[in-house]
């Protein structure tokens, strides 16, 4: 994408203000700061509730779960399908929370988005342009993250995509991307943070889970997303973090999440930021 590029739907220059795409009474996008918590999949009724229940006090304006799990490993735990979906749906009505959660084809973005109230597009499918196109062509708002080796061009790319099909309601994601480091799963890249602001008119949140890859970093970087100007965070959490199906070395307990949040609200109010 060019930044002089008058055509691209995405752009600033087509669009001047802020995006704010707004689902169950949240704001996403300039002004606020939305927190979207949860495991990394659904494994049972007990476990999600639990999850959202607490992850809820603690000030999360959103619940996350996988139900459809994009694993590198075919051997690996895939996701409990249509059932974490119905899981999901009572987790919804029990806390009020709204649901994101991911959608892996195009041909299953019907029934998740009968649950979902953002859809979420993985890292590995960012690429997926009949996703893209299935997402683009429904109304519920999308979280497209970046994938593990794409430049901030190509996700740019990929959300004019889903905008081009007529969906205009599109939360951009930074993940961490994969680098030559060992010490964490991949390298957050927060940078990508002022040049969206610059490029684009589309909220952008940070998800410090998937980037660390270790429980013990997601608080600072968590602290860092807020401070250079992201519109939320994407935390995984997860009440027995030693014993999760996905993702259990990243994910925090619920006390550690309530202790993030309590740090997180100075830092949103010193830059401008309403965190409720
Ligand atoms: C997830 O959010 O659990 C996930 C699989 O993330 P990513 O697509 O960024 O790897
Ligand atoms: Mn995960």
Request: proline share 5%; with cysteine.
């Given at each position: 994408?060019?930044?002089?590029?008058?055509?691209?739907?995405?752009?600033?220059?087509?669009?001047?203000?802020?995006?704010?795409?707004?689902?169950?009474?949240?704001?996403?996008?300039?002004?606020?700061?939305?927190?979207?918590?949860g495991p990394?999949?659904v494994?049972?009724?007990?476990?999600?509730?639990?999850?959202?229940?607490?992850?809820?006090?603690?000030?999360?304006?959103?619940?996350r779960g996988?139900?459809?799990?994009?694993?590198?490993?075919?051997?690996?735990?895939?996701?409990?399908?249509?059932?974490?979906?119905?899981?999901?749906?009572?987790?919804?009505?029990?806390?009020?929370?709204?649901?994101?959660?991911?959608?892996?084809?195009?041909?299953?973005?019907?029934?998740?988005?009968?649950?979902?109230?953002?859809?979420?597009?993985?890292?590995?499918?960012?690429?997926?342009?009949?996703?893209?196109?299935?997402?683009?062509?429904?109304?519920?708002?999308?979280?497209?993250?970046?994938?593990?080796?794409?430049?901030?061009?190509?996700?740019?790319?990929?959300?004019?995509?889903?905008?081009?099909?007529?969906?205009?309601?599109?939360?951009?994601?930074?993940?961490?991307?994969?680098?030559?480091?060992?010490?964490?799963?991949?390298?957050?890249?927060?940078?990508?943070?002022?040049?969206?602001?610059?490029?684009?008119?589309?909220?952008?949140?940070?998800?410090?889970?998937?980037?660390?890859?270790?429980?013990?970093?997601?608080?600072?970087?968590?602290?860092?997303?807020?401070?250079?100007?992201?519109?939320?965070?994407?935390?995984?959490?997860?009440?027995?973090?030693?014993?999760?199906?996905?993702?259990?070395?990243?994910?925090?307990?619920?006390?550690?999440?309530?202790?993030?949040?309590?740090?997180?609200?100075?830092?949103?109010?010193?830059?401008?930021?309403?965190?409720?």
């Amino acid at each position: 994408m060019k930044a002089d590029n008058k055509r691209m739907l995405v752009g600033r220059e087509r669009k001047p203000a802020d995006t704010v795409v707004r689902v169950n009474g949240i704001a996403i996008g300039e002004g606020t700061f939305t927190v979207m918590a949860g495991p990394c999949a659904v494994e049972s009724l007990e476990q999600t509730l639990e999850t959202a229940r607490r992850v809820k006090k603690a000030g999360a304006h959103l619940l996350r779960g996988g139900a459809f799990k994009p694993r590198t490993s075919p051997y690996s735990f895939q996701g409990l399908g249509s059932k974490g979906l119905e899981i999901l749906t009572r987790a919804k009505k029990e806390t009020g929370l709204a649901i994101v959660t991911e959608v892996m084809s195009a041909e299953d973005v019907p029934m998740v988005a009968l649950v979902a109230d953002i859809l979420q597009i993985g890292a590995r499918n960012m690429q997926n342009f009949n996703l893209l196109d299935a997402c683009g062509r429904q109304s519920k708002p999308v979280l497209l993250k970046r994938g593990l080796m794409s430049t901030i061009e190509e996700l740019l790319l990929s959300a004019e995509y889903i905008l081009s099909r007529g969906n205009p309601h599109v939360i951009l994601c930074e993940r961490g991307v994969r680098t030559f480091e060992k010490y964490t799963r991949n390298t957050l890249d927060l940078s990508i943070v002022p040049v969206v602001k610059k490029l684009s008119h589309l909220p952008i949140i940070v998800d410090p889970s998937h980037a660390a890859g270790i429980r013990d970093y997601v608080p600072a970087l968590s602290r860092a997303s807020v401070a250079v100007g992201a519109d939320g965070l994407l935390v995984e959490v997860h009440p027995r973090p030693e014993r999760a199906k996905c993702d259990g070395s990243q994910s925090l307990t619920p006390d550690g999440f309530d202790r993030l949040m309590k740090t997180l609200r100075p830092i949103a109010r010193a830059v401008g930021k309403k965190l409720r």
